[in-house]
């Protein structure tokens, strides 16, 4: 099976500029998760939807980071304006609904703010 | 809020020798535990889960992982490390019922040929 696309893999954007990362999960996934993993430490979760309802977004910096999923498949996370303290990897994973459904990552996005 | 704790961050060790990973939890409830690797320049796949049942738990390429309950721990191990296992493996855990995942920070192994 296919497997998380992410795109794109890298990004180097001005802090206060706008930046878009778009994920398409595994498909007939439920479930998506977005992800950020700053240099040393472990992912920590932004935003999870289940089809196109978001399920928790507690972790998510309401007032500069926003994320859809329109139609229940893919989506897209935004940051806009980017901080310098934003630059790190932005994973997206998917996986079924229901029980026994470990997460299946994407390569993820390396987004580097100057 | 849940934290889980992974005391180890680098970890260097040569071919066959033994590995043991640690990683605790605060969480007093249910909970549903995992750990996943990611090799260089891949992304995080799963390397094994407890839902339930037996805590002893097997996963692929000769990893087994203990739930201790009582130690809040779900430690990963594994009797004879390859150069092939050189990789960043963390630590999950869920509330029961949440699907809410935490991650430990890492612990990155190297292991010399």
């Known amino acids: 099976e296919a497997g998380v696309a992410q795109s794109p893999r890298y990004k180097i954007i001005e802090k206060r500029q706008s930046v878009a990362f778009w994920c398409n999960p595994i498909s007939g996934h439920a479930t998506l998760y977005w992800y950020q993993q700053i240099l040393g430490q472990g992912p920590k979760l932004l935003i999870q939807?289940?089809?196109?309802?978001?399920?928790?977004d507690s972790q998510l910096p309401k007032d500069r980071f926003s994320a859809e999923r329109l139609k229940g498949v893919d989506s897209t996370l935004k940051i806009q304006p980017a901080k310098l303290e934003d630059s790190a990897v932005y994973l997206c994973?998917?996986?079924?609904?229901?029980?026994?459904?470990?997460?299946?990552f994407g390569d993820g996005t390396r987004l580097s703010i100057l | 809020a849940q934290s889980v704790s992974q005391h180890n961050h680098h970890v260097i060790l040569s071919e066959a020798a033994s590995l043991e990973l640690g990683c605790n939890y605060s969480?007093?409830?249910?909970?549903?535990l995992f750990w996943y690797v990611q090799y260089p320049g891949q992304h995080l796949q799963l390397l094994l889960k407890?839902?339930?049942?037996?805590?002893l738990v097997k996963g692929i390429k000769g990893f087994e992982a203990e739930f201790i309950k009582s130690k809040f721990s779900f430690n990963l191990r594994k009797p004879s490390v390859q150069w092939s296992d050189t990789a960043e493996y963390f630590c999950a855990v869920e509330e029961g019922g949440s699907y809410i995942p935490t991650f430990g920070r890492g612990t990155s192994l190297i292991v010399h040929p």
């Open positions: 969480y007093g409830g249910t909970v549903n």
């Open positions: 994973a998917s996986s079924p609904k229901g029980g026994n459904r470990p997460q299946h």
């Open positions: 407890y839902f339930s049942g037996d805590p």
């Open positions: 939807f289940q089809n196109n309802g978001v399920v928790d």
